[in-house]
């Protein structure tokens, strides 16, 4: 397993710009996506920022797409988190996502991630605090062959914050789609100082497939592996 | 209160009739009154070995249980059985009536309502946004309701070539892939998609109360108690067994083409705006899926029509005008389509020539570039002999082709070989099974009908692409017996009021 380098870590050694991405990244926790819709990753993150609510999210999405993205830079996931076990670095041959995959499980949701794959257990929904994170890479010059881990693509994101994220317009008869989900996907192909979100709050792009796993907390691997588990 | 009920569905039969005989096409049936019997189905020929019989009566089953059959045995009484379906299906409707063929009519060059045409769409029976809707008060036979924001799908003035459709067409990505994809043909045409289902399935949800307001979500009814187990045929209330369909039409310019294309007029609901266009359709895909006995993971059959796209062998002198295929295009293919494939934002003009690849609904006005690349999977034997029966009949029909019917053979004879298959793959593959674990096998494994699932390729480490997909792998890794309606009236939604 190559080691991954996390997009969007901020260059530390460079006095200059940390002063000016600190700066940046005060202005961002208050920003709310611009008359454009667009909402640019915070690249120099608050070494203290925490996940948001439920309640947050709901009143800025951009700023909460942003704190949730820094959460994860500053964790590390390729030194700290678990990858999921269906979800180490590999070719992903469809439409969406990235060709190259790789999928980590915070820490707060690791052992509840885990146990919800067992179908004998009744699906218990993922905790607050859990995030599940995909890395996604392209082929190195865009052909085919080995992922470009020195150059993130984009990143994938569903994170459980205190108390369901579901503003009301995405209830739809009793159910909440995507469930209580944060969801986002930035992009980091232009440059890795420079990327933005290109879908966050309740995309349809994250929805649209995953509507159909409400049965695993809405995450096709539990849902699948639930209804089919490996056998030795 | 009986009284008045009736007295307001022979208003509305007045007046959907009215509406009809101002028509340049023939008066349509708006499902509203039927005197006629539902017929026996027709019992199911074995192979069509030697001839393509026309029946206006859909096969009840298949004749044997396919496990004790070879695979290519059973694979030729699939796809028997699938165009017997098709043919029946796509027969004229009994007017006034849902799901009964007009037996004494034919098949031959008139367009008219066909028995798919009254099958119930789901927006009838599921208003998911509507915290009052009483599904259980529905009935079979109920008239198209008028109630919505597009009123009465009934257009007037339809022209006799392009008779009016009995729905409102309000479903502009394929598959699940609302507001992320569109599939266009090469005008730039966004494909439009219904969804509907036989009188069997809609009794059975309606019965079972999994159309009832909370009674359900994305994943089916919510019932912790109740296990969906759609009825097969011998014990459904008709005897044919429960069916979904999916149908999917260009948008045409005018009737000019209908003279090869199933065609329909029909009110198109554009949910960003609220409005509704007329729009003159024809048809270019359909999904078939019966649950019968012998078969409890369901047959799955697809069509298309023949100018969709070339087949995987396209001659060099095809000069075949395909709506989802430029030869133009083929000649001039970017040396970049593998960096498009895998681009996390694809520029829009890098669609044009770039083959299968996901149309992203912001590039709308741009055509797709749609190939096969393997060969269709349906026997061309069957395949000819039913479009050469239907030639001699002069009828439209005779321009679409059988994709493939997929269908699951257990290795061992026996129920629990159908928990879970011997062949996964896909893009949702399942894990596979250990060594003697009973299994069913997918037949044929990769099915895709480029209209509807053209996205569902496999982008492979060698640059190129090819099938790894198929109905059934999606359909059962994540649907509720097999079936994606619960998702499809979540997520495309035409509120009635």
Same mark, same amino acid.
């Given at each position: 397993?190559?080691?991954?380098?996390i997009?969007?870590?901020?260059?530390?050694?460079?006095?200059?710009?940390?002063?000016?991405?600190?700066?940046? #990244?005060?202005?961002?926790?208050?920003?709310?996506?611009?008359?454009?819709g667009?909402?640019?990753? /915070?690249?120099?993150?608050?070494?203290?920022?925490?996940?948001?609510?439920?309640?947050?999210?709901?009143?800025?999405?951009?700023?909460?797409?942003?704190?949730?993205?820094?959460?994860?830079?500053?964790?590390?996931?390729?030194?700290?988190?678990?990858?999921?076990?269906?979800?180490?670095?590999?070719w992903?041959?469809?439409?969406?996502?990235?060709?190259?995959?790789?999928?980590?499980? #915070?820490p707060?949701?690791e052992?509840a991630?885990?146990?919800?794959?067992?179908?004998?257990?009744?699906?218990?929904p993922?905790?607050?605090? @859990?995030?599940?994170?995909?890395?996604?890479?392209?082929?190195?010059?865009? +052909?085919p062959g080995?992922p470009?881990?020195?150059? !993130?693509?984009?990143?994938?994101?569903?994170?459980?914050?205190? %108390?369901?994220?579901?503003?009301?317009?995405?209830?739809?008869?009793?159910?909440?789609?995507g %469930?209580?989900?944060?969801?986002?996907?930035?992009?980091?192909?232009?440059?890795?100082?420079?990327?933005?979100?290109?879908?966050?709050? =309740?995309?349809?792009?994250?929805?649209?497939?995953?509507?159909?796993?409400?049965? !695993?907390?809405?995450?096709?691997?539990l849902?699948?592996?639930?209804?089919y588990?490996?056998?030795? | 209160?009986?009284?008045?009920?009736?007295i307001?569905?022979?208003?509305?039969?007045?007046?959907?009739?009215?509406?009809?005989?101002?028509? =340049?096409?023939d008066?349509?049936?708006l499902?509203?009154?039927?005197?006629?019997?539902?017929?026996?189905?027709?019992?199911p020929?074995?192979?069509?070995?030697?001839?393509?019989?026309?029946?206006?009566?859909?096969?009840?089953?298949?004749?044997?249980?396919?496990?004790?059959?070879?695979?290519?045995?059973?694979?030729?009484m699939?796809?028997?059985?699938?165009?017997?379906?098709?043919?029946?299906?796509?027969?004229?409707?009994e007017?006034?009536?849902? %799901?009964?063929?007009?037996?004494?009519?034919?098949?031959?060059?008139?367009?008219?309502?066909?028995?798919?045409?009254?099958?119930?769409?789901?927006?009838?029976l599921?208003?998911?946004?509507?915290?009052?809707?009483?599904?259980?008060?529905?009935?079979? +036979?109920?008239?198209?309701?008028?109630?919505?924001?597009c009123? #009465?799908?009934?257009?007037?003035?339809?022209?006799?070539?392009?008779?009016?459709?009995?729905?409102?067409?309000?479903?502009?990505?394929?598959?699940?892939?609302?507001?992320?994809?569109?599939?266009?043909?090469?005008?730039?045409? @966004?494909?439009?998609?219904?969804?509907?289902?036989?009188?069997?399935?809609?009794?059975?949800?309606?019965?079972? %109360?999994?159309?009832?307001?909370?009674?359900y979500?994305?994943?089916?009814?919510?019932?912790?108690?109740?296990?969906?187990?759609?009825?097969?045929?011998?014990?459904?209330?008709?005897?044919?067994?429960?069916? +979904?369909?999916?149908?999917?039409?260009?948008?045409?310019?005018?009737?000019?083409?209908?003279?090869?294309?199933?065609?329909?007029?029909?009110?198109?609901? /554009?949910?960003?705006?609220?409005?509704?266009?007329? +729009?003159?359709?024809?048809?270019?895909?359909?999904?078939i899926?019966?649950?019968?006995?012998? #078969?409890?993971k369901?047959?799955?059959?697809?069509?298309?029509?023949?100018?969709?796209?070339?087949?995987?062998?396209?001659?060099?002198?095809?000069?075949?005008?395909?709506?989802?295929?430029?030869?133009?295009?083929?000649? @001039?293919?970017?040396? /970049?389509?593998?960096?498009?494939?895998v681009?996390?934002?694809?520029?829009?003009?890098?669609?044009?020539?770039?083959?299968?690849?996901?149309?992203?609904?912001?590039?709308?006005?741009?055509?797709?570039?749609?190939?096969?690349?393997?060969?269709?999977?349906?026997?061309?034997?069957?395949?000819?002999?039913?479009?050469g029966?239907?030639?001699?009949?002069?009828?439209?029909l005779?321009?679409?082709?059988?994709?493939?019917?997929?269908?699951?053979?257990?290795?061992?004879?026996? @129920?629990?070989?159908?928990?879970?298959?011997?062949?996964?793959?896909?893009?949702?593959?399942?894990?596979?099974?250990?060594?003697?674990?009973?299994?069913?096998?997918?037949?044929?494994?990769?099915?895709?009908?480029?209209?509807?699932? !053209?996205?569902?390729?496999?982008?492979?480490?060698?640059?190129g692409?090819?099938?790894?997909?198929?109905?059934?792998?999606?359909?059962?890794?994540?649907?509720?017996?097999?079936?994606?309606?619960?998702?499809s009236?979540?997520?495309?939604?035409?509120?009635?009021?």
């Amino acid at each position: 397993m190559p080691s991954t380098a996390i997009v969007g870590t901020p260059d530390w050694n460079q006095p200059a710009k940390l002063t000016v991405a600190i700066a940046l #990244s005060l202005l961002c926790m208050v920003a709310v996506a611009d008359d454009d819709g667009f909402c640019n990753v /915070d690249t120099s993150c608050d070494s203290n920022v925490e996940l948001p609510t439920a309640t947050d999210c709901a009143t800025d999405d951009c700023a909460c797409a942003q704190q949730i993205q820094c959460v994860i830079t500053n964790s590390s996931p390729d030194d700290n988190w678990s990858t999921i076990p269906t979800g180490d670095l590999h070719w992903n041959a469809f439409f969406w996502h990235t060709r190259f995959l790789e999928t980590y499980v #915070s820490p707060a949701g690791e052992d509840a991630f885990h146990a919800a794959l067992d179908p004998a257990q009744p699906m218990t929904p993922l905790p607050a605090g @859990t995030i599940l994170y995909k890395a996604g890479y392209d082929p190195i010059d865009g +052909e085919p062959g080995d992922p470009d881990i020195d150059q !993130g693509a984009e990143v994938f994101v569903a994170a459980k914050l205190e %108390g369901d994220y579901c503003p009301s317009e995405y209830e739809i008869n009793g159910s909440c789609q995507g %469930g209580g989900w944060f969801w986002y996907m930035a992009d980091y192909t232009a440059s890795d100082t420079d990327p933005f979100f290109s879908a966050w709050g =309740k995309p349809d792009k994250c929805t649209a497939c995953h509507n159909t796993a409400e049965r !695993g907390d809405w995450m096709l691997s539990l849902d699948i592996q639930r209804a089919y588990p490996p056998q030795p | 209160m009986i009284i008045s009920i009736r007295i307001m569905i022979l208003l509305s039969v007045i007046g959907a009739f009215s509406v009809g005989c101002s028509n =340049k096409s023939d008066p349509q049936p708006l499902a509203a009154t039927c005197d006629v019997k539902m017929p026996p189905p027709a019992p199911p020929s074995e192979f069509c070995l030697t001839e393509a019989p026309l029946n206006p009566l859909a096969p009840a089953g298949i004749f044997q249980d396919p496990a004790y059959m070879s695979s290519a045995d059973g694979q030729r009484m699939m796809e028997c059985f699938a165009w017997e379906t098709f043919i029946a299906y796509n027969w004229p409707a009994e007017p006034g009536c849902r %799901g009964i063929p007009d037996t004494t009519a034919q098949l031959d060059a008139t367009q008219k309502l066909s028995v798919l045409d009254t099958f119930k769409a789901t927006y009838e029976l599921f208003q998911p946004t509507n915290k009052d809707w009483d599904a259980r008060s529905i009935a079979w +036979e109920d008239p198209v309701p008028d109630t919505g924001s597009c009123g #009465s799908p009934v257009v007037e003035n339809a022209s006799s070539a392009a008779p009016s459709m009995n729905q409102i067409v309000y479903q502009k990505s394929p598959a699940f892939l609302k507001n992320t994809s569109v599939i266009a043909d090469q005008n730039g045409e @966004t494909v439009v998609y219904t969804v509907t289902i036989n009188q069997d399935q809609f009794e059975y949800i309606r019965q079972n %109360g999994f159309a009832e307001p909370k009674a359900y979500s994305f994943a089916g009814p919510s019932s912790t108690t109740t296990k969906v187990n759609f009825p097969a045929n011998a014990d459904s209330t008709t005897g044919y067994g429960s069916a +979904e369909l999916k149908t999917a039409w260009r948008v045409l310019s005018d009737d000019s083409e209908c003279d090869s294309y199933v065609c329909r007029t029909a009110k198109v609901y /554009d949910e960003d705006d609220s409005d509704c266009s007329e +729009e003159i359709l024809g048809l270019v895909g359909l999904h078939i899926a019966r649950k019968v006995d012998y #078969s409890p993971k369901w047959i799955w059959a697809t069509f298309e029509h023949v100018n969709n796209t070339p087949p995987v062998d396209i001659s060099d002198d095809d000069d075949t005008s395909y709506s989802f295929y430029s030869q133009s295009c083929a000649a @001039t293919v970017p040396d /970049d389509c593998y960096s498009v494939a895998v681009a996390a934002s694809p520029a829009e003009a890098d669609y044009t020539c770039c083959a299968n690849i996901l149309m992203e609904v912001a590039f709308l006005g741009s055509p797709n570039q749609l190939t096969r690349l393997e060969p269709i999977p349906a026997l061309a034997d069957m395949n000819e002999m039913f479009q050469g029966v239907l030639a001699a009949h002069d009828s439209v029909l005779q321009n679409y082709f059988l994709v493939g019917a997929q269908w699951a053979k257990p290795d061992v004879p026996g @129920t629990d070989a159908y928990d879970r298959p011997c062949n996964p793959n896909g893009a949702w593959r399942v894990p596979e099974p250990s060594d003697g674990t009973a299994c069913y096998t997918q037949f044929p494994a990769h099915v895709r009908n480029a209209v509807i699932e !053209g996205y569902n390729i496999a982008n492979n480490t060698d640059g190129g692409q090819s099938l790894t997909d198929s109905c059934m792998n999606c359909h059962w890794a994540t649907g509720i017996d097999g079936s994606f309606i619960w998702l499809s009236v979540m997520n495309d939604i035409y509120e009635l009021d």
